[in-house]
């Protein structure tokens, strides 16, 4: 039988979760075995519970208990399933856009890049992208052009923010993916070399003189390939761009001189995949 409750304010003990507590205070670095993540709409917590990620409670309007979130109730065991009225649910940001249900679940503990890459052979690797929608479009595109794997540069956004997850439309939750180094000087003082520890040539996506362009046969012709995408505006850091093995360019017309990281994330992820 589902454990369902009824609340009338979003401060009741066991709702916290999805109305107080900060993305800071739901990743929990300092404890990660009790993290959270915030699943949004019935599509992505079904995916969620397909890839094996473990429900803590449910939050969703009364109509939903036998509509929409029905078969995901009795997927979830005896969890506690909070429901609320429309009205009270409507200071939750957000929460228009989740189709009327949320459902905190357990954070994994994250893989080595080691153990992620053993079989790889074309990965992203994320350097300090902040914006969660970009970092959400990239994963989808990750997810859709075959990339096996993404790193993330320790001063990246978390990619289990629930605009990221809500953006990649759940594919976060099924691209193997890791941190690179748990301090941003992990990755600046040695990351590409770690990178080529683990078997890869390594690609920077950034205009310079000396940039190759991505529809090279070189690049097509590298057996593990770690496709460097940097953050929108910055860009890459010139350390990085020297480390590589090779900086790549999208040519462009109409005097355009770059796209957004996650557009260019997409282009390269198709024209330097492997070809099946």
């Not at 709409?41 to 890839?51: F, T």
């Not at 992620?116 to 350097?127: N, Q, S």
């Not at 860009?235 to 090779?246: F, H, V």
Request: charged fraction near 25%; hydrophobic fraction near 40%.
């Amino acid at each position: 039988m589902p454990n369902i409750i009824h609340v009338t304010d979003l401060s009741e003990e066991g709702v916290s979760v999805f109305s107080k507590l900060t993305e800071a205070q739901l990743r929990n670095r300092l404890e990660p075995e009790k993290g959270i993540f915030i699943a949004e709409s019935p599509k992505v917590i079904d995916l969620a519970l397909n890839e094996g990620y473990e429900p803590v409670s449910l939050l969703m309007e009364p109509k939903h208990i036998d509509g929409q979130g029905k078969a995901i109730i009795e997927r979830c065991g005896d969890i506690p399933v909070y429901t609320a009225e429309r009205s009270v649910l409507a200071s939750l940001a957000g929460f228009e856009l989740t189709r009327g249900v949320l459902c905190a679940m357990k954070r994994p503990l994250l893989p080595s890049p080691e153990e992620i890459c053993k079989d790889a052979r074309r990965i992203a690797v994320l350097e300090n992208i902040m914006d969660s929608t970009n970092i959400g479009a990239i994963f989808r595109s990750a997810a859709a052009l075959d990339m096996d794997a993404v790193l993330i540069t320790p001063s990246c956004c978390d990619p289990l923010c629930r605009r990221a997850v809500r953006v990649s439309m759940g594919t976060i939750l099924q691209v193997p993916w890791t941190r690179i180094g748990n301090v941003p000087s992990d990755w600046s003082e040695g990351g590409t070399d770690r990178l080529r520890e683990l078997g890869f040539k390594t690609a920077a996506m950034a205009l310079s003189d000396n940039s190759v362009s991505i529809d090279d046969p070189v690049l097509k012709s590298e057996e593990r390939l770690a496709i460097v995408l940097g953050a929108e505006g910055d860009g890459l850091a010139k350390e990085t761009i020297a480390s590589c093995d090779y900086t790549v360019k999208i040519p462009m017309s109409h005097g355009v001189d770059s796209l957004n990281v996650a557009a260019a994330g997409a282009v390269a992820f198709w024209e330097l995949r492997v070809r099946k």
